[in-house]
């Protein structure tokens, strides 16, 4: 059974900063690329980071490019993403997406398998 489990959300204060985690299982996802992605309350769920299986190439959102960054350590199945510089408009449930295929892409319908997301709210 494929699992991709998130953790590290919380409560931070705005200028704040958090590493969430994605641990994966259930089939080798060193050969996949993996993404991040977010859901506001009342607001459809949307693209943060993405990175392909070696790691080498990254993408970002134009909201959070040059604050949060996306890395992975095949060896453990795990995806993280650090968040600095945290505002407000940050705050979310934060998923993790595993797309069988190499090359990583930014669209929702192109990730296979999801978490269950980890909320970061950030507020003072």
């Known amino acids: 059974q494929v699992q991709l489990v998130e953790s590290g959300g919380g409560l931070v204060q705005p200028g704040g900063s958090l590493r969430l985690s994605c641990a994966a299982s259930?089939?080798?996802?060193?050969?996949?690329?993996m993404g991040w992605f977010r859901q506001a309350p009342g607001k459809e769920r949307e693209f943060v980071a993405a990175?392909?299986?070696?790691?080498?190439?990254?993408y970002y959102a134009d909201s959070v490019k040059g604050r949060f960054t996306i890395s992975r350590v095949n060896a453990k199945n795990t995806v993280y993403l650090q968040m600095n510089s945290l505002k407000p408009a940050d705050t979310a449930v934060y998923y993790c997406?595993?797309?069988?295929?190499?090359?990583?892409?930014?669209?929702?319908?192109?990730?296979?398998?999801w978490g269950q997301g980890t909320q970061v709210t950030v507020s003072s």
């Open positions: 990175i392909s299986w070696s790691g080498v190439s990254t």
């Open positions: 259930g089939r080798t996802f060193s050969s996949d690329a």
């Open positions: 997406a595993a797309r069988a295929s190499r090359v990583a892409v930014t669209t929702l319908d192109g990730y296979d398998y």
